[in-house]
């Protein structure tokens, strides 16, 4: 079997399962935020559900409006707060506390490998980054969850990406991913499920793991594991002290397919208005103007990113009329760029740091776009209205890629930038 | 059961942005969420579904967010039924966990016109275009997830289970 027909196997007490078999897994983890837990929680009270099955199990994070971005948003924000009161969540990240769900989730040592996650979010693929099966659910299935601790899955079929090469330099995982939507497409996945290998997913860093694995839903995946290694164990290792059994694809898993994909020649890649699988190589689109830059999100807010950035903006002002907008993803995160000088680098170039929370992303607050503007932005989705007015324009790239648009204004290739400017 | 209503259509990838965009998310009432149904394609949206109508899509409708919002936005505005050729995954599930149908139709983005008249049998996945006599077969729902929507949607179906368990 492969690692998510193991996993499926083993949650849901079966010695064996195959492609379209329907499993009822236990779950091990249910994360849930701001924007999808009020729903969530009413569906939990309409069940007529007094107590969760286990609230060690259950995770609540508000990430998507934070602080209260209006009435309304702060109304669903105490909703929240008041079922973790009421059910002793003791995993609840307030205001100030967490940061984006998808990275506080393993930052904060609620992910393992080997076990099955749902989230009330459709980037709860994340968690595939380090060998757990973990999957967006709908907010009444959620509920469910609370009520009972299990859930229903049809064991998908499985595509195999095997990843080889090495980047060259200025070329990240980003890039990778978003060449690899290109060649699933958004639809190239649905109801399956991926597993990323290869070479140069063994040598990229955990993080580097996580953009991946958080964009398989936007091929259509179910969950996009990759098996865990020494990097995974060190990482989880040192954020929880629960057992775990990591899980690997056995030597004659079965796959649907197998992609081969070779990175060596690979340029900075970017996605274009308004489909996340209309992929070009920079090259191809340098000088499209931009009015804003954004910098975050579950996708590329962590520090390498922001190290990455730093490094093409440091000593360097933006664009004058370009807004960018820095937010790390999470307080550890935001602390550690602190103390490396990123957050100065960041300001002294002209940039607006935002506190830890999703923020434009979702075209939620802090940075939304007007008709006609553009944005070229580290995150995972270029969908109309994504980030503001249906008429706005969202570019999708790497963190270099956008730190090098913001200091021209114009879409920008950052292997030309650091090849220019020393 | 059977449906019946006019066709509304929209092409390939509709996102769940567009179907209940990010800002609207904020809302818990349904029939509020139902009066931005499609407010990043078409404004007009809810008032040509009030009728009652079925939406036609072509592939992995529902693509992106997991927002449960985006179902219950359809199904308040007076949406009967989804028919495409494909769906997203979450989306799918969140429409069934809402009582919404939702059916793949191979061929169906072809075969029907905006305001054509429909008929959908749930039961034997039967597709009639009434304006062109074109027949098509959609995928059959399986039993537990009929009775899912039997019910009106997860929690109904939820609250009986507990019931009949006691
Ligand atoms: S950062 Fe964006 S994609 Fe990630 S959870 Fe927040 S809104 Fe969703």
Redesign the pocket.
Same mark, same amino acid.
């Given at each position: 079997m492969n690692i998510i027909e193991k996993i499926l196997a083993n949650a849901s007490g079966r010695k064996h399962v195959s492609p379209d078999d329907i499993v009822e897994a236990k779950i091990d983890m249910a994360m849930t935020h701001d924007l999808t837990g009020p729903l969530a929680i009413k569906s939990f009270r309409e069940i007529g559900a007094k107590k969760v099955w286990n609230k060690d199990k259950i995770v609540i994070i508000l +990430? /998507?409006l934070v602080p209260a971005s209006s009435v309304i948003s702060a109304g669903l924000h105490k909703i929240v707060r008041n079922f973790a009161e009421e059910q002793n969540i003791e995993n609840f990240y307030d205001v100030g506390r967490g940061g984006? $769900? /998808?990275q506080v989730m393993p930052e904060k040592g609620h992910v393992r490998p080997g076990e099955v996650i749902v989230g009330s +979010?459709s /980037?709860t693929c994340t968690y595939g980054a380090f060998g757990a099966f973990a999957t967006g659910i709908g907010s009444t299935e959620m509920a469910a969850v609370f009520t009972t601790g299990k859930l229903w899955f049809r064991v998908p079929e499985v595509i195999k990406v095997d990843v080889e090469g090495k980047f060259q330099k200025w070329v990240t995982s980003k890039d990778m991913t978003l060449k690899i939507i290109g060649k699933i497409c958004a639809d190239g996945a649905i109801y399956k499920g991926l597993e990323f290998g290869g070479s140069i997913i063994r040598d990229m860093t955990v993080e580097g793991r996580m953009v991946l694995s958080n964009m398989a839903v936007e091929m259509g995946a179910k969950a996009g594991l990759i098996e865990p290694d020494q990097k995974t164990l060190d990482y989880v290792n040192a954020r929880t002290d629960k057992p775990f059994n990591p899980i690997v694809s056995d030597k004659d898993a079965e796959y649907e397919k197998v992609l081969d994909v070779d990175v060596s020649d690979l340029e900075p890649q970017v996605a274009v208005p308004h489909q996340v699988d209309k992929i070009k190589p920079v090259t191809e689109i340098e000088g499209t103007e931009i009015n804003q830059a954004f910098i975050g !999100? $579950?996708t590329n807010g962590r520090l390498e990113d922001l190290q990455s950035a730093a490094k093409i903006l440091k000593g360097k002002k933006i664009k004058r009329n370009v807004r960018l907008i820095v937010i790390p993803a999470s307080q550890e995160i935001y602390l550690n760029a602190l103390s490396e000088g990123l957050i100065q680098a960041f300001m002294e170039s002209g940039a607006t740091i935002g506190n830890p929370n999703?923020g434009p $992303?979702?075209g939620g607050h802090m940075g939304i776009l007007a008709d006609g503007e553009t944005c070229i932005s580290t !995150?995972?989705?270029n969908f109309i209205g994504r980030m503001g007015s249906t008429k706005s324009f969202v570019y999708l790239a790497s963190p270099a890629t956008v730190a090098a648009s913001a200091l021209t204004g114009k879409i920008t290739d950052p292997r030309e930038t650091m090849g220019k400017v020393h | 059961m059977e449906i019946s209503g006019k066709a509304i259509k929209f092409g390939a990838n509709i996102d769940t942005d567009v179907i209940l965009p990010g800002p609207y998310l904020v809302h818990t009432d349904p029939y509020e969420l139902a009066k931005h149904a499609m407010a990043g394609l078409d404004l007009e949206f809810p008032q040509k579904a009030a009728e009652g109508v079925i939406v036609v899509g072509d592939k992995n409708f529902g693509c992106g967010s997991s927002r449960e919002q985006a179902p219950i936005a359809l199904k308040y505005s007076g949406v009967k039924c989804v028919l495409a050729e494909s769906f997203a995954r979450i989306f799918y599930r969140n429409a069934i966990t809402i009582g919404l149908p939702v059916l793949v139709c191979t061929g169906v983005s072809g075969k029907v016109k905006e305001g054509d008249m429909l008929t959908v049998n749930l039961q034997t996945g039967k597709v009639e275009n009434k304006t062109n006599g074109a027949v098509m077969q959609s995928t059959k729902l399986p039993e537990f997830i009929m009775e899912i929507l039997d019910d009106g949607g997860l929690i109904e179906h939820l609250k009986r289970r507990i019931e009949t368990h006691e």
């Open positions: +990430d /998507h984006v $769900c /998808h +979010d /980037h !999100s $579950c999703c $992303c979702l !995150s995972n989705r | -």
